[in-house]
């Protein structure tokens, strides 16, 4: 919002978590899946927050947030409720700061919004992570993850998984078991070096051209799921995507996590068609003639979003893919990634 001045700040606290690719299992991480099994990994780029504390006599709360994405720059007006970036302001809302703090939110990502990569997690992650340094006591990664889930879903009443925050929060390769919506564990998966470096050289995540958005499709699958009941073949075919996928990067067997993955998007294409859009299905046949060993759409799938590509051992036929994705349609877009080592990071500067 121009106009707003500000004096230097105090303090400034810095925050980022990473996004989501290879959601195996994605779907039973819900409330009507009512228990899940589910492997994805975290990635960079990374969401990030900046949030600087401003000196403030009169005692007056002042937040500002700049979404600098969209070229946003404006005052939380607390009577307004929610009305430019209700995520973001919900997530303030929630997180119950301070009286009298004069701050300016900064959040970025290099991600593209709608990229179906769980980016808007990763957001509500960092943001209430930062937030946290405001206020008594320190919340634990899970604790971060579950807060951001519920303003998703509670606050805000959005259809929200568990499976994004909780891969933001914790970073790596993760192995995520709901026992009972929205309650799980997450068992990171530590592997030898080799066996990162190489997972990391050979997957690639293609942007398809166009933001994801939730449809009519997503509503139907949900009914038709909600109404089978949680125990369903649908949604078992995709639980077991996920620990197979687990066991493979335990052996180091890229084949068969290649395989699992394949498996999870035809899984995904049963629940409907729909689901693997005419963009992805091209971008699926052109990784396979490039050899690559394995395919997810990413998130829940439907119109837009992106792909993760798992190559074989050639390094030039997975760059010869990219290239020729990237002539197929001016749309498509890689996006360099990079696998997360840490997920939340917060520190003060």
Same mark, same amino acid.
């Given at each position: ?111 593209? =919004?709608?990229?179906?990569? =769980? ?109 089978? =009941? ?112 840490? =997920? ?6």
């Amino acid at each position: 919002m121009e106009g707003v001045d500000l004096d230097s700040p105090l303090f400034i606290i810095n925050s980022v978590a990473p996004i989501r690719i290879c959601d195996n299992g994605g779907w039973t991480d819900t409330w009507f899946a009512g228990h899940g099994q589910i492997f994805n990994i975290g990635v960079y780029p990374y969401a990030e927050v900046q949030i600087a504390v401003y000196p403030n006599d009169d005692r007056t709360s002042q937040i500002i947030i700049n979404a600098e994405n969209y070229g946003q720059r404006y005052v939380v007006i607390p009577e307004k409720h929610w009305d430019k970036h209700p995520l973001l302001e919900a997530a303030i809302e929630y997180m119950r700061l301070p009286p009298g703090l004069c701050l300016e939110v900064t959040i970025f990502s290099e991600a593209p =919004g709608g990229a179906s990569t =769980g980016t808007s997690a990763a957001v509500t992650v960092a943001l209430v992570g930062g937030l946290d340094m405001l206020t008594p006591g320190r919340m634990t990664p899970h604790e971060v993850a579950s807060a951001a889930q519920k303003i998703e879903a509670e606050m805000l009443g959005q259809q929200s998984g568990i499976q994004d925050q909780l891969c933001s929060a914790y970073g790596g390769i993760n192995f995520i078991e709901m026992f009972k919506y929205p309650h799980a564990s997450v068992s990171p998966i530590q592997i030898p070096n080799a066996t990162w470096w190489e997972l990391e050289r050979r997957l690639s995540l293609v942007y398809l051209g166009k933001s994801h958005r939730s449809s009519d499709v997503h509503e139907m699958v949900i009914r038709s799921l909600e109404n089978a =009941g949680p125990d369903c073949r649908q949604l078992n075919d995709l639980r077991t995507t996920a620990t197979k996928s687990r066991d493979a990067l335990y052996a180091s067997d890229f084949v068969a996590l290649g395989a699992a993955m394949i498996e999870n998007t035809e899984a995904q294409s049963r629940l409907s068609p729909a689901l693997i859009s005419p963009e992805a299905a091209r971008a699926i046949e052109i990784a396979r003639a490039h050899g690559a060993l394995g395919w997810k759409v990413n998130g829940a799938g439907g119109d837009g979003g992106s792909l993760t590509i798992l190559s074989d051992v050639s390094a030039s036929a997975k760059r010869a893919m990219l290239s020729t994705l990237e002539q197929e349609n001016p749309l498509f877009k890689n996006i360099p990634i990079y696998l997360s080592r840490y =997920g939340l990071r917060v520190w003060k500067q």
